[in-house]
């Protein structure tokens, strides 16, 4: 689907909701309609990142049973016009959504929004492939840890099985220190075993950090360092160097 991008990783915790909410942001910002739809199903976060946590009634959940209506269980926010948020049920256990349910749930959002962004749950399997292959992108969140790059090869195997078109590889929390000393991997090494184009390093910091678990998106403060290269590295996922000006 044209609207429909995959935020994916390999394992969690490498910061694929705070890509998928800061790429919200920073549509939401240039005037575009964009709804963020939380798929972790063990984990949801993306209300939190954006400050919405207490403003959650409805959810996923809800809206696919016919509980509520799809509109009411997108949480709008109020700091950046244009973004709502769709969550995971917080504490209902025993919660399967199939991947024809997510093609539904796409095709009636993509009526309303210009982006549909799922904020998928990490790892591979067959749920993940039916439910990616909807995306006409796809970001590819790891970092350093060998771990992390192993799990990768297999979300980017999957992702390029089910043919989508424009996939990127997003490197977080690069410690330059540790990588000189030689305990982590290079960023050129792990591009090179993961063969997907890169489209950003994005180095730790704990003003990232700290943002991310205030509910304010880094991407808002481009007047800060880590605001400014969230900025120029959700620009190169959305324009490649190589399609600008097609």
Do not use: W
Not at 147 to 176: T, Y
Request: charged fraction near 25%; hydrophobic fraction near 45%; glycine fraction near 8%.
């Amino acid at each position: 689907m044209e609207k429909v991008i995959a935020v994916v990783s390999g394992k969690g915790g490498v910061g694929k909701t705070l890509m998928a909410t800061n790429l919200g942001v920073y549509l939401a910002e240039k005037g575009e309609s964009v709804v963020i739809v939380d798929l972790n199903l063990q984990a949801r976060g993306a209300d939190l990142a954006l400050g919405l946590a207490s403003r959650v009634v409805y959810d996923l959940a809800d809206a696919l049973s016919g509980v509520c209506r799809l509109r009411q269980a997108a949480v709008k926010s109020k700091r950046f016009p244009g973004l709502a948020v769709i969550e995971p049920p917080l504490m209902k256990e025993h919660v399967n959504i199939s991947p024809l349910e997510i093609q539904v749930l796409c095709e009636k959002l993509s009526q309303e929004y210009r982006h549909v962004i799922l904020d998928m749950a990490p790892g591979a399997g067959e749920a993940f492939e039916g439910i990616v292959s909807l995306a006409r992108r796809a970001l590819v969140v790891t970092t350093q840890d060998p771990i992390s790059v192993r799990a990768c090869g297999r979300v980017i195997a999957a992702v390029e099985k089910r043919q989508v078109p424009e996939g990127r590889l997003l490197i977080n929390q690069v410690r330059l220190s540790l990588t000189d000393r030689g305990f982590l991997p290079a960023v050129e090494e792990i591009a090179q075993e993961l063969r997907l184009p890169l489209c950003g390093v994005l180095p730790y910091d704990d003003h990232i950090h700290v943002a991310f678990t205030n509910g304010n998106p880094v991407i808002s403060r481009r007047d800060t360092p880590a605001g400014e290269h969230m900025e120029k590295i959700l620009s190169c996922f959305m324009d490649p160097p190589e399609s600008a000006g097609a």
